[in-house]
Each structure stands twice: as structure tokens, then as C-alpha cells.
């Protein structure tokens, strides 16, 4: 299994971002793809899951302003981030079956 985050950066307030997960190493259409992040000195967390056939769902801290979505042609996974806030920098993994890439930073600030 594979994953390849990309996509981070420093953003201001309010601003939006668009992370991508390239996958290779299983069958990606089988399986759901879940964004995780973890802010210094905090433990990773579950942000967003979208299922084989596209069922969403979201922790409520991003509720409204994550958009999680995957293209199995393609093997992608990818995460809207809108209407950020300092309190969503942290670095950004997609993880499936217990692996995760290498992560992407996404920075919050003004």
C-alpha cells in the first residue's frame, strides 16, 4: 500500500485549500478512504471518511466546511478544505487499512 498526499500549504482565514491522496497497492474501489490530521502535540484524528460507493462523513469540527471525495478511475482521494481557521493547521494524511503517506502541512495563518 501507497499513499501520496499533496496539496498543503499556508493559507489565511476563511481561505481554502485542496488536498489529493494518490493511492496504488490494493484495489482502491473496495475499499473507504479516511483524512486524518494531527496538530502538534495532539493525537491524530479521524476528519473525514468516504465509503467505496461515496457515502460521506465528517467529524463536526469540520462539519459543513470539508469536502471529502474519491475518483476510482483514478485512484484519487481527495479533501476540500474551506473556510479554514487557525485551529485546522496540522499536517494531513489519508490513511486505508491501517497506513497512512507521509502527510501534507496545512497552515492557518495570517
Known amino acids: 500500500v501507497q499513499l501520496v498526499e499533496s496539496g498543503g500549504g499556508l493559507v489565511q482565514p476563511g481561505g481554502s485549500l485542496k488536498l489529493s491522496c494518490a493511492a496504488s497497492?490494493?484495489?482502491?474501489?473496495?475499499?473507504?478512504m479516511t483524512w486524518y490530521r494531527q496538530a502538534p502535540g495532539q493525537e491524530r484524528e479521524s476528519v473525514a471518511t468516504?465509503?467505496?460507493?461515496?457515502?460521506?462523513n465528517y467529524a463536526d469540527s469540520v462539519k459543513g466546511r470539508f469536502t471529502i471525495s474519491r475518483d476510482n478511475a483514478k485512484n484519487m482521494s481527495y479533501l476540500q478544505l474551506s473556510w479554514l481557521k487557525s485551529g485546522d493547521t496540522a499536517v494531513y494524511y489519508c490513511?486505508?487499512?491501517?497506513?497512512w503517506g507521509q502527510g501534507t502541512q496545512v497552515t492557518v495563518s495570517s
Open positions: 490513511g486505508v487499512l491501517g497506513y
Open positions: 468516504i465509503s467505496p460507493a461515496g457515502y460521506t
Open positions: 497497492g490494493f484495489r482502491f474501489s473496495d475499499y473507504a
